[in-house]
């Protein structure tokens, strides 16, 4: 992947996508219908959460099936985690720390009929799951850009967008195997506009690894974006072990 993008572009695609006077109330991707409330990030403004449907086997010319359980960090407005649902998980919990996202993620699992799978909940990362609460996916479609440690919020919208000296990826990265089953595995959806060298040390310096799983590049615009779906492992055993379920080994490469 390449150098890190300037962040300051990404907050400005974040304000464009905020107040776009054409911004829908509701969006097709993957052949189906989503809701989109205002103050959510906008899956019709960047190609990332379409790619990330591909990547993990959610969508594409041959949808694999699903298994277990799924916890996604950063649900926005719901569509993977509920596609996750539909393609046969039980048990799907969906975390934001955007209440308009929880309430946007809840919206459209009543939408496609799997409420009763899916739990939408509000939390920074992990702090609303119960300690020994694991699945047999954790996934966090992440916030990529680097913006300098100093720089604060100007809006819940822009934590979908940049991370300030990836604070919140150190905190999944240190966290996010003790959700995991035996047997299951912890990925991150990351993009060429992220800096993986810094990423990479991070995940070393919490006693872990990186691994690509599979990437995408799609033209955005004047720019071709190249997106990876990454799995973090324990950096001295590898592979927490075999997945309890076939989707990735089963998409398209």
């Known amino acids: ?11 400005e695609r974040s304000r464009a996508s905020l107040h776009h006077e054409e911004r829908p109330r509701t969006f097709a991707l993957a ?19 379409s790619v990330a449907m591909e990547l993990l086997g959610l969508a594409g010319p041959a949808p694999a099936p699903w298994r277990g359980s799924f916890l996604e960090v950063g649900s926005g407005t719901g569509v993977i ?3 996750a649902a539909l393609a046969g998980c039980d048990r799907v919990t969906a975390l934001d720390i955007s209440e308009q996202a929880v309430r946007n993620t809840a919206l459209n699992a009543v939408r ?18 119960a300690p020994g609460d694991r699945h047999d996916t954790v996934y966090w479609h992440s916030n990529f850009v680097l913006a ?16 300030p000296g990836y604070g919140a990826h150190r ?36 006693g ?27 950096a001295a055993t590898g592979r927490r072990g075999a ?6 080994a089963a998409a398209a490469p």
């Not at 496609?112 to 799951?129: C, E, M, P």
């Not at 974006?225 to 492992?233: N, P, Q």
Request: net charge negative.
């Open 1 to 11: 992947m390449s150098a890190t993008k300037n962040y300051e572009r990404s907050l």
């Open 31 to 49: 052949g189906v219908e989503w809701h989109l409330l205002d103050g959510v990030f906008a899956p019709p403004f960047s190609a990332s959460t």
């Open 81 to 83: 985690a509920v596609s």
């Open 112 to 129: 496609h009929g799997v409420a009763d799978r899916v739990r939408a909940v509000h939390s920074d990362l992990f702090q609303a799951v």
């Open 148 to 163: 300098p440690p100093e720089y604060r919020y100007a809006s819940v919208h822009e934590r979908a967008y940049v991370d």
């Open 171 to 206: 905190r999944y990265l240190a966290e996010c195997l003790s959700y995991v089953t035996p047997g299951g595995r912890a990925l991150l959806h990351f993009s060429e506009r992220g800096d993986l060298a810094t990423l990479e040390a991070m995940a070393a310096e919490c």
């Open 208 to 234: 872990h690894r990186l691994r690509e799983l599979r990437s995408r590049t799609v033209r955005e615009g004047a720019e071709s974006v190249e997106y990876a779906l990454l799995e973090i492992t324990a």
């Open 243 to 248: 997945p309890s379920r076939p989707p990735l």
